[in-house]
C-alpha cells in the first residue's frame, strides 16, 4: 500500500469512521459492499481514464422525485450506489469576482471544466478579461488521451460547449448565432461559433442534437462556404444521424452523431404542472415524437466508451480516455414544469451512469463522478399542499400519490435554476476528494490529479 500523506491519512481516518457502520449496514441488508472502493479512492493512484456524469439541474429534488417514482422510497437508483458521495457550491461570478448565487449552466460547467468560475452566459472565459481558459478536455488531448462529449442536448448547449470552446456567450452556436460575440469571429481573428470549434479541436466522440448548428454555413476562413457539418467531414468525421449509423461506425476516425435538429426528444411524456394542480396520473414511458431510430443515452454512453477505448487500444496507447455525458433535459423539463418529461430523462441519465459504473467494474482504473451542474425548481410537497404556482400528483410505481410543485416563477414562465448546493459522487481513483463540501472548481482539480494532467 502506498504510503498516504497528511491529507490522505486526514481523509483516510474520516472515511473508516464514517463508512464502517454503513458498509455493516448494507452488507447485512444484502447490498454492495463498498469497502474496497472505499479502500481504492484513500490510496488514491493514477486513473487511465475518467467518465464525468452530469445531470443537468439535476438536484437532490429531482433525484428524489425520480427514486421514488421508479424503485420506490426505499429503493435506489444506479446514482446511490456510489461508495462515497459529498456535496458541492454552484455559485457563479460577477466580472469582479464577487459572488453570483445562482448559477446558469455555462458558468457552473466552465468552472468543472477549466477550474476557474465565470459569469453567467459565458463559456470557458474569464470572468472580467474575457480570454480564454484551458479546459480538463483540452489538457486531455495535449497529454495524448482520447476524448469525448455525449449529450442529450444540442452539442452545442452550454454543458457540452464548455470542454471544446471558448466563446463569450453561450447563445454564439453557429455561424449564424454570432451576433453576441464579435470578437470571437472568425472574420475577427476569433475561433469562430462553438460548433466549428468543437469540430476543429477534433474530439474523437461527439453524440447528441443540434444537427441545425451544423447545417449552417461557415461565413470566414479556411471552411468559408461549406457547412459545419461538411468542415467536420474535411476533417475526417464520420457522420451519423441514428442508432444503425451509430453501430455501424468504425474506430480510427473520429465521429460526430447528430441524432436530432435541436434537442434529443425526451423519453417519457405526461400532463405538464397547471395552476390549482393536476388530477392524479401515471407518466407515460412513451414519446410519440421521438424516433424509433434515436439511441438512448446509455446506448450512445456505451458506444462512446467503445470508440474511445478501441482508439488507444490500436495505438498502444499507456493513456486512457475523458468522456463527459450529459443527461441535459432534465433541466429542460424542469424548466417547463414537466414532472413526466423530468422524471423520464433523470431515469434515462441513470441508465447510463449504470453504464459507467458497469465499464468502471471491469476497470478499476476509472474514474467516474456523477454531479449536476447546479440545482432546480420541483420539489416534493405534501398532498394537502396548495402551491401558488404549478403542481402536478402523480401515482408513483408503488401505487401512491406524489404532489410536485414548481413555484420559482409566475406561471407561464420559464421555472427557474436554484443556488443551491448539490451532489457529488465517485468512485475509482482519487474519488476521496469529493467527500465533504468542496467547491464546482475543486472536480477540475481532482480530474486533472486522477489523470496526472500538465
Sequence with gaps: MPRLTRRRLTIATAVVAATSAAVAVTTAAGAFDSSQHVRNAIQGGKAKNVILLIGDGMGDSEITLARDYTVGADGRLNMDRFPLTGAYTTYAVHKDGTPDYVTDSAASGSG???GVKTVNGRISKTPGSDRPVRTILELAQKNGYATGSVTTSELTDATPAVLASHV????????????????????AGGPGSIAEQSVNHKVDVLIGGGKQRFDQKVTDGKYKGLTVTEQAQRLGYQVVTDSAGLKSVKSGKPVLGLLASGNVPVEWTGKAAAVGGTDPQRCVTSNPGRPSTTPSLADSAAKAIQLLEAKQRAKHSKQGFFLQIEGA????QDHAADPCGQIGETAAFDRAVKVARDYAAKHPDTLVVTSADHGHTSQIVPLEATPPGLSSTLVTDEGQQLKVNYSTNTPGQSQEHTGTEVRIAAQGPLAYRVLGVTNQTDLFTTMREALRLR
Design 329 to 332: 433535459s432534465i433541466d429542460k
Design 168 to 187: 463569450t456567450d453561450r447563445s454564439c452556436q453557429g455561424p449564424a448565432d454570432m451576433a453576441n460575440c464579435p470578437a470571437d469571429t472568425i472574420a
Design 112 to 114: 468543472w471544466a477549466t
